[in-house]
C-alpha cells in the first residue's frame, strides 16, 4: 500500500468513534513508517496521539510506564523511577527533621505517584490514538503484547495502531491472538522516488543543487535492489555526498565524472552490506580488496540450501551477484563502515578507476539477464557474442574476463538459450586457448569468476586458462618489472621499485634486451642513476643462490662486462667513468664468479 493510499486508511480509521479494533502498518525496519505517522498524526494538533516504543519492554507496567511519560511529557518514567522520586523526597525530609516522617513523606510521594499514573491512564477517551512501535521488538511475547494493547481497545474503546515488521515475529501464538485484535493489516510501501525525496531532503540538497544530478541514479539502485531502509540510504548518501566534496578539492575535472556515478553505488551497496545485511567489516573489506576472489570461493562452495548462506552469501546473492559494477573503492569502505574520510586514499581510487574506465568494453554485459532484455535485443548480443567466437581480434582485458565471457556463455548455450551446429564445447575450448595470449591481462585462477565449478566442459577450460595464464602472466609480470627498472634509472635511481618489493623482481628481468637498452641509455644515465645501479647488481648477487635464482641474467651480463670494458678504453677521466668503472668492477666479478661456478654457457 502506498502513501496517499495508507492516509486514507488511517485518517478513516482515526474518524471512527469507536472501532473496537486496532490496524496494523507493516513493513520492513527502516522503511519510515514511524516518520510517516508521526507526520500524519502526532504533529496534528487536531488529533490526540500518543507515540510510545515497546522496544525491549519487559512487562506490561512498563507499557503503562511508556504512555504515562508520553502524556506528561517526561520521557522514559518508570514505576521504579517514581518510587525512587519518592525514597529521594524522603531522604530530603530526614535530613532536616524526623526520619520517620521523612520516610512517610516518601512513601506517599511513591503511592501518589502510582496513583497518578493509573488514573491519568483511565481517563484517556475514545478521541486518544494510541501509536504502539516497534511492536517485534518487545521483550514480551507478541501475544502478551497484544493482550495489553486489547485493554485500552476493548475496554476503554481507545483506537490502536500497531507499527511492525511481521516477518520478524516469532511468537507461536501471535497469529491466534492477532485475530481478535487487530482487523487490518496495512502493507506499507514506499516508492523509490519518495525514498529518495526523504533522503536528499534529509541531506539538505535542494533543488539548486549539483548534487541532485544523481538523485535519478540513486532512484535506479534503490529500485534494482529492493531497498527499503531509508537510515541506511541516508547513511550511503551522506557518505556520497562526503566522498564528492573530496574529490572536488583533489581535482575540479571530477565534477560531472562518471566516477561519481560509481561511487554513489558503491556507497549505498556498502552500507546496505554493512547495515542491513549485517557482513563483517573484515569481510566487507575483503569484498573492496579482492571481489572477484570471494566470488569464485562463493560459487565453489556446496550448499544443501539457502539457510545456510553466510551474511555475506545473502548479501551477494541479492545485490552484488546482480550487477557488473565496481565497489572497489577502499576510501568508500573506510568512511562506511569505519567513519573515516581519507583523501590520500581517495585520490588512489581515483587512479585506479582511470585505469579501470580505460578498459575495452567487456562482452559479458551481453549476457546480463537480471536487467530488462526482449527477445530480439538478446539474439542480437548472443549473434555478437558468436561473431567474437570466430574472430581473435576481440581483445579481453584479462584471462579471468575471458573466462567469464566463456562461462556466461556456455551457462546460456547449456539451459538452450540459443542453438549451435556442432560441439559448441569443442568451440569453446578452442576459442579460449587461442584468445588467451590476447589478453591485456592474465589474472591467476583464484579470481575467476565461477558459475559451473563441475561442468567438464568448463573445468576443461579452466584448466587450459589457468596454464595459460601461469605461463603468460609470469612473462607479462617479468616485461613489465623490465620496464620499470629501465624507467627508474632514468629518473635517477631504483629504489622505488626495489622498495616496492615488486614480485617480478623475483624473476630474470635482466635479459639481452634489457642489457641493449642500457646501452644505449648509458652515456645518459647521471652519476646516481649509476650508482643505483651498482648497488642493485651487487646486492641482486650477494648469496652463492642467486647465481642459480638468476641464472638466465648471467650471459646477458658477461655480453654487458664486454661491452663495458671496450667502453672505458674510449673515456676521459671523470666522475662518470669513475661510476662506469664501479659498474664494471661489480658485473666482471659476477660474471667471473658464474664463470667459476660452471653457469655461463
Excluded at 515497546?54 to 518508570?78: E, M, R
Aim: contains cysteine.
Amino acid at each position: 500500500m502506498n502513501t496517499k493510499e495508507l492516509t486514507n486508511v488511517v485518517l478513516k480509521y482515526c474518524k471512527n468513534e469507536s472501532p473496537g479494533y486496532a490496524i496494523m502498518i507493516d513493513g520492513p525496519w527502516g522503511i519510515g513508517k514511524t516518520h510517516f505517522i508521526k507526520e500524519l498524526l502526532v504533529e496534528n494538533k487536531k488529533l490526540k496521539a500518543i507515540h510510545v516504543s515497546l522496544y525491549g519492554a519487559a512487562s506490561t507496567s512498563q507499557i503503562d510506564d511508556s504512555i504515562f511519560a508520553a502524556l506528561v511529557g517526561c520521557a522514559d518514567v518508570s514505576d521504579s523511577e517514581i518510587k525512587k522520586a519518592g525514597d529521594f523526597l524522603g531522604k530530603m525530609f530526614s535530613a532536616f527533621g524526623d526520619k520517620t516522617e521523612g520516610s512517610a513523606v516518601g512513601a506517599i510521594a511513591s503511592i501518589s505517584g502510582e496513583a497518578l499514573k493509573k488514573r491519568t491512564l483511565k481517563s484517556l477517551t475514545s478521541n486518544t490514538v494510541l501509536i504502539f512501535d516497534d511492536f517485534e521488538r518487545s521483550k514480551l511475547s507478541q501475544s502478551e503484547t497484544l493482550s495489553k494493547i486489547n485493554e485500552f481497545v476493548e475496554h476503554q474503546k481507545l483506537k490502536a495502531i500497531i507499527l511492525c515488521d511481521e516477518r520478524a515475529v516469532i511468537d507461536k501464538e501471535y497469529h491466534q491472538a492477532k485475530e481478535k485484535v487487530i482487523l487490518h493489516t496495512n502493507g506499507f510501501e514506499r516508492t523509490p522516488e519518495e525514498i529518495a525525496s526523504i533522503c536528499f531532503k534529509a541531506k539538505g540538497c535542494s533543488k539548486a543543487d549539483e548534487i541532485t544530478v544523481y538523485k535519478s541514479e540513486f532512484i535506479r539502485i534503490v529500485e534494482q535492489f529492493n531497498l527499503t531502509n531509508i537510515r541506511t540510504l541516508k547513511h550511503g548518501l551522506e557518505c556520497f555526498l562526503d566522498i564528492s566534496s573530496a574529490i572536488q578539492e583533489i581535482d575540479l575535472k571530477y565534477q560531472s565524472s562518471p566516477v561519481l556515478s560509481d561511487i554513489l553505488f558503491s556507497t549505498i551497496v556498502l552500507s546496505a552490506g554493512y547495515r542491513d545485511y549485517s557482513v563483517p567489516v573484515g569481510e566487507l573489506k575483503k569484498t573492496v580488496q579482492n571481489y572477484s576472489k570471494m566470488a569464485v570461493a562463493y560459487h565453489m562452495k556446496e550448499r544443501e540450501e539457502a539457510a545456510d548462506e553466510t551474511n555475506w552469501e545473502r548479501f551477494y546473492t541479492n545485490i552484488l551477484a546482480k550487477c557488473s559494477r565496481s565497489v572497489e573503492f577502499h576510501s568508500v569502505f573506510e568512511l562506511v563502515c569505519r567513519g573515516h574520510l581519507n583523501k590520500p586514499l581517495i585520490a588512489k581510487d581515483l587512479e585506479s578507476w582511470e585505469g579501470r574506465a580505460a578498459r575495452p568494453d567487456s562482452p559479458i554485459t551481453n549476457f546480463r539477464i537480471d536487467e530488462p532484455i526482449d527477445n530480439e535485443e538478446f539474439n542480437s548480443h548472443i549473434e555478437t557474442a558468436l561473431d567474437i567466437l570466430n574472430s581473435l581480434t576481440y581483445e579481453f582485458y584479462s584471462t579471468a574476463e575471458l573466462y567469464s565471457f566463456c562461462n556466461s556463455l556456455y551457462f546460456i548455450y547449456y539451459h538452450k538459450g540459443f542453438s549451435f551446429e556442432g560441439d559448441f564445447g569443442k568451440k569453446l575450448k578452442k576459442f579460449a586457448k587461442l584468445a588467451a595470449p590476447n589478453c591485456q591481462n592474465h589474472t591467476e585462477p583464484s579470481a575467476f569468476g565461477c558459475r559451473d565449478a563441475n561442468d567438464k566442459v568448463m573445468k576443461s577450460i579452466f584448466s587450459i586458462l589457468d596454464r595459460s595464464s601461469k605461463k603468460l602472466g609470469e612473462a607479462q609480470l617479468i616485461e613489465k618489472t623490465r620496464n620499470r627498472l629501465l624507467n627508474d634509472l632514468e629518473k635517477g635511481g631504483l629504489g622505488r621499485i626495489v622498495d616496492s618489493g615488486d614480485n617480478g623482481l623475483s624473476k630474470s628481468v635482466m635479459n639481452c634486451h634489457f642489457i641493449s637498452s642500457l646501452k644505449n641509455m648509458l652515456e645518459e644515465l647521471d652519476n646516481t642513476s649509476l650508482r643505483a645501479l651498482v648497488i642493485f647488481i651487487k646486492g641482486r648477487f650477494a648469496r652463492h643462490s642467486d647465481y642459480e635464482t638468476f641464472k638466465d641474467e648471467l650471459s646477458p651480463l658477461a655480453e654487458f662486462s664486454k661491452y663495458l670494458e671496450k667502453y672505458l678504453k674510449d673515456s676521459d677521466e671523470s666522475l662518470s667513468t669513475m661510476m662506469i668503472n664501479m659498474l664494471s668492477d661489480v658485473v666482471s666479478k659476477v660474471v667471473s664468479k658464474a664463470d667459476e661456478m660452471g653457469l655461463l654457457e
